[in-house]
């Protein structure tokens, strides 16, 4: 199995939630099928700052997309760099960032996928 790198880039941050696979306001859908994970670069990251990254997907292809998974990121990161869970998406999935509380941040980040 191939191991790639599906979508990258850099964010700024703010109270728009963001879609990493379309870089637009999100969440949208993505059909591509495979076992995606998601690495953040959360380095920027000051007190008083709260950033949450969201994973949607559909249990059916005929059904509605739904929040999946949820990671919530609050004030100066110990560990800078977050790996998400590797997910199993193939309906109708999108990953995205919020900025909760606190300043814009540019985010660095990546999708890699096996498929």
């Known amino acids: 199995m191939a191991i790639s790198q ?9 109270t728009t939630e963001h879609s990493l696979t379309t870089d637009t306001a999100g969440p949208d859908v993505d059909t591509t099928d495979g ?18 990254f969201r994973c949607y997907e559909k249990v059916l292809a005929a059904s509605t997309q739904r929040l999946c998974y949820v990671a919530t990121f609050a004030g100066v990161q110990a560990q800078p760099v977050w790996v998400s869970p590797s997910l199993i998406l193939l309906h109708g999935w999108d990953m995205t960032l919020d900025k909760i509380a606190g300043t814009d941040r540019s985010i660095d980040w990546s999708i890699r996928s096996v498929a």
């Not at 599906?6 to 703010?14: I, L």
């Open 6 to 14: 599906a979508f990258s880039g850099t964010e700024t941050v703010s």
């Open 35 to 52: 076992i995606f994970q998601c690495f953040l670069d959360l380095s920027a990251m000051a007190a008083g700052d709260i950033f949450e």
